[in-house]
């Protein structure tokens, strides 16, 4: 994903927001013009991919996350000096440690607070900004689109609790090599942000 896409996630489909910079990569791809309320029907109801042209993308987004219930997120790919990399197992599914920011929060301080109580750490170092992902879910008998800061964290603790109240039953150290098994039962904005920090490399 570039500053020229934006990819929402809605279950096992996306929607692809695009402007003209990359019009080229999608040419083969059945284009939908930018209407923000068509959009956000076939949103809650589409069982297939969508590309959505945006003559101006940044503009053209707001419009359609008007349409939802906003919600920020922030979490983080925490790493140790043996090269391995922190994940946690909630709702039968790998995930990283990640949650929602509190009332004028930032989302550095959401990230290393929500790392910590999700997996019992005490000392994170906050390294850089990774990217954004964004999904689409149902909630409170609507719709709410989410908006996750992602960053690279520093941790080299082995005392590992999970949060159980927040449904995570296991969390543990995984190296590089162990994380294309796990790629078949995580989320595809988790891929996105292994993808980003070229863990998916052969």
């Known amino acids: 994903m570039n500053k020229s896409t934006i990819i929402v996630y809605l279950s096992d489909f996306k929607l692809v ?3 003209e910079k990359v019009a080229n990569d999608y040419t ?3 284009k939908t013009p930018f209407n923000a309320k068509i959009l956000t029907e076939s949103a809650k109801i589409t069982k297939e991919d969508i590309y959505i042209f945006c003559p ?3 503009e053209n987004f707001k419009e359609f996350a008007k349409h939802f219930i906003f919600i920020e997120a922030a979490g983080g790919l925490i790493t ?8 946690i197992y909630r709702h039968n599914k790998w995930d990283l440690p990640k949650g929602k920011l509190e009332k004028k929060e930032s989302p ?12 019992g750490l005490k000392h ?16 409170k008998n609507d719709w709410a689109l989410k908006k996750t800061y992602w960053y690279t ?3 080299n603790e082995t ?5 159980l109240e927040e449904s995570i039953t296991e969390v543990g150290w995984k190296s590089k090599i162990e994380i294309p098994a796990m790629l078949n039962n995580t989320y595809y904005n988790i891929i996105d942000v292994l993808d980003k920090a070229n863990l998916l490399d052969n």
Do not use: G, S, W
Not at 108 to 119: I, L, N, S
Not at 159 to 163: A, F, H, I, K, R
């Open 159 to 163: 005392n590992l609790v999970p949060q």
């Open 124 to 139: 994170i170092t906050l390294k850089n900004f990774l990217l954004n992902t964004y999904h689409i879910y149902p909630f």
């Open 28 to 30: 083969k791809q059945k």
């Open 108 to 119: 550095e301080k959401a990230a290393v607070r929500e790392c910590q109580e999700e997996c």
């Open 80 to 87: 140790n000096d043996e090269k391995q990399y922190l994940f």
């Open 56 to 58: 101006n993308l940044e």
């Open 153 to 155: 964290m520093i941790c």
């Open 17 to 19: 927001f695009y402007d």
